[in-house]
């Protein structure tokens, strides 16, 4: 059977193909790292920040991009009509792996420019683990993120690799007011990828992609989502208990409104592909609401 797809329907693939909403993984962790920075320094480079943001953009490029290329060749996305390969023919598949992969140059030499001016290489070495961990998530031989340990990956890369690289762009030291606050953020970021797999188990499965979605169970999964994301705020507090956060760190409360819209639509319709697959981008509202919140906490005191 042939799917007839309309000029509308095919400019909303397109969006939905350029993921626009999954780029705040790219500004959230640098936000943090260097409210961070600004709160315990009172100094601000916004060069460095913004050459920093440029390089995150054009890695996460190279992250969706390569991700839609590597999934096709192992036939998982076969049923996404926004992949790239799908919207475009699998003949493209090489020229979307080279787009990607200029990209990534692009960002890992933008941040080795960095490192050059600031007579320091541990932020280069910071990025280049993150993207090194970044490939084995989805590229082969290593594939991890079909062995179900790409929430792992996902938490160490967009955790504690990029915060503490935002925060020593700004401060080159260590801090760990920054390496709670990468928990945190990385712990959020799990939560979109984890919600990114409920609509797609069938898939998943034929494919060959035991995500932990798959592995769990989509009734087990969605129980598993509250508990994570009821833990985020209960570490939140006692990180503020501990003084590791100031106190107006529990402004980032204020995204439980998203939190909760998610695990009730998440709990409720786990099992029904077409309704949950929405709970990525609420995810992503949630994820957003509390990074920027948590950022304006620790801005606020210094004010
Ligand atoms: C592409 C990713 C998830 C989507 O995967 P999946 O194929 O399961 O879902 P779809 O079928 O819906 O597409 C993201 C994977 C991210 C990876 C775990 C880690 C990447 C790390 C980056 C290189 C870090 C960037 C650091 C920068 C911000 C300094
Ligand atoms: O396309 C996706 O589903 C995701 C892409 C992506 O880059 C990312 C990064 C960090 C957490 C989740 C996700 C996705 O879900």
């Not at 009509?81 to 090489?94: C, D, P, Q, V, W």
Request: glycine share 6%; charged share 10%; aromatic share 14%.
């Amino acid at each position: 059977m042939t799917t007839v797809i309309d000029n509308s329907s095919r400019s909303k693939l397109w969006r939905a193909a350029i993921k626009l909403p999954i780029y705040s993984v790219a500004l959230i962790p640098l936000w943090v790292g260097t409210t961070v920075a600004i709160a315990e320094t009172r100094n601000f480079n916004s060069t460095n920040f913004l050459i920093f943001l440029f390089a995150s953009i054009c890695i996460q490029v190279w992250v969706n991009v390569s991700n839609d290329v590597f999934d096709a060749e192992t036939g998982v996305d076969v049923n996404k009509l926004h992949s790239l390969i799908n919207l475009t023919g699998k003949e493209t598949s090489n020229f979307w792996l080279w787009f990607g992969n200029s990209f990534l140059i692009i960002g890992v030499l933008t941040t080795s420019l960095l490192a050059f001016w600031q007579k320091d290489v541990t932020l280069l070495i910071l990025v280049l683990l993150a993207c090194l961990l970044g490939y084995s998530y989805q590229g082969p031989p290593f594939r991890f993120g079909y062995k179900g340990i790409g929430e792992i990956i996902c938490f160490i890369t967009y955790g504690p690799l990029s915060v503490s690289a935002a925060y020593y762009n700004q401060n080159p030291t260590w801090s760990l007011t920054a390496l709670a606050a990468s928990v945190i953020v990385g712990l959020v970021t799990c939560l979109i990828l984890f919600c990114s797999h409920f609509h797609q188990v069938e898939d998943d499965l034929a494919g060959g992609k035991y995500s932990p979605v798959v592995r769990l169970g989509t009734a087990k999964s969605a129980q598993v989502l509250s508990w994570w994301g009821y833990g985020i705020y209960f570490l939140i507090a006692v990180f503020v208990l501990l003084k590791i956060f100031p106190p107006l760190s529990l402004l980032s409360f204020l995204s439980l409104f998203y939190a909760l819209k998610l695990f009730t639509h998440v709990n409720n319709y786990h099992d029904q592909p077409n309704q949950v697959s929405n709970s990525k981008f609420i995810a992503v509202s949630m994820y957003l609401s509390l990074g920027l919140l948590l950022g304006i906490g620790f801005l606020l005191p210094s004010v």
